[in-house]
């Protein structure tokens, strides 16, 4: 009973976590005086794996890098004045002006820790 139980509940976990535990192995082969480039990349949303042969002429492959949108100094100071502005008026609500005032600095305070963390 329990080894049917754990497998079954391996099964679901392997399924679920979308991780090929089973995999086989893969060779490649690009003849002589070729080498293998490997790369990996997204491509909707999974990890996957990219070889490709390159010769001796090609061994300095270009190299592409994509960088990530950024996000600008306005957007980042309505974010940040967003969560001060929330963070005040709900201050408000429950205790008045003093509340206001704390709610705006935790407010501000939050939504710069959030940009920092966004923007890396």
């Known amino acids: 009973m329990r080894a049917r139980m754990l497998l ?14 089973f995999a086989d192995p893969v060779i490649v082969s ?5 080498h293998a480039i490997v790369r990996d990349a997204f491509v909707r949303g999974e990890r996957v794996t990219r070889v490709e042969c390159a010769g001796a002429s090609t061994s300095r492959a270009t190299r592409y890098q994509s960088e990530r949108p950024r996000r ?9 004045g967003g ?22 600095a935790l407010g501000g ?9 966004r923007r890396r």
Not at 30 to 34: A, E, V
Not at 72 to 80: P, R
């Open 8 to 21: 079954a509940t391996t099964a679901l976990v392997t399924a679920l976590s979308g991780a090929q535990a």
């Open 30 to 34: 690009c003849g002589s005086g070729r």
């Open 72 to 80: 600008s100094w306005g957007k980042s100071a309505l974010v940040i």
């Open 83 to 104: 969560s001060a502005g929330t963070g005040a008026g709900i201050g408000g609500i429950v205790a008045g002006k003093k509340g206001a005032l704390i709610g705006a």
């Open 109 to 117: 305070g939050v939504g710069s820790l959030y940009e920092s963390t």
